[in-house]
């Protein structure tokens, strides 16, 4: 039997993972990095609007551990913005419950199940695409974890 205690849960991942001020280039910059499952929780909470409590259950983690989470995610965004730094989006305990596809020929991007793989765009039919959780070192290991 694996860890009983579950993993975090990630819905999907981030359509993009590194951010930065306009018109610097991006090695002159400081880099503060935000953990994948930090972002999760700024996109429950204040882009859903979600009640910490109902964000929680979301990623399968108690009220006080997402209330910690936010906080940490928030001061790294906070970060980022006023001391003009580029963020990385990276590392984090989670895995994730679907998967966020990108066309690298036509930048459709299209959300589907993480065990359900597809290997042709939607939009345009190429086989050149992407997946954005095996772009973060994930794939394998969140279908074992939703099994
Ligand atoms: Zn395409
Ligand atoms: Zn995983």
């Given amino acids: 039997m694996r860890n009983a205690r579950k993993c975090r849960v990630v819905m999907y991942p981030p359509h993009r ?3 930065k001020p306009a018109g610097v280039s991006g090695n002159m910059l400081k880099e503060i ?3 994948v499952d930090e972002y999760e929780a700024i996109r429950l909470a204040d882009y859903e609007e979600l009640e910490h409590e109902e964000a929680a259950a979301k990623m399968n983690i108690s009220r006080p551990t997402f209330t910690r989470l936010i906080k940490k995610a928030r001061h790294n965004v906070a970060i980022f913005l006023i001391e003009c730094r580029r963020l990385e989006i990276n590392g984090g305990n989670f ?4 998967d ?3 066309c690298q020929d036509c930048g459709a991007y ?3 199940d993480i065990h359900n793989r597809t290997t042709k765009c939607r939009e345009c039919g190429s086989e050149n695409i992407i997946s954005l959780a095996e772009e973060l070192g994930h794939g394998d290991c969140c279908r074992e974890n939703n099994e």
């Fill in 33 to 35: 990095a935000l953990t």
């Fill in 95 to 98: 895995h994730f419950k679907s």
């Fill in 17 to 19: 993972l590194t951010f």
């Fill in 110 to 112: 299209f959300y589907q």
């Fill in 100 to 102: 966020l596809v990108r």
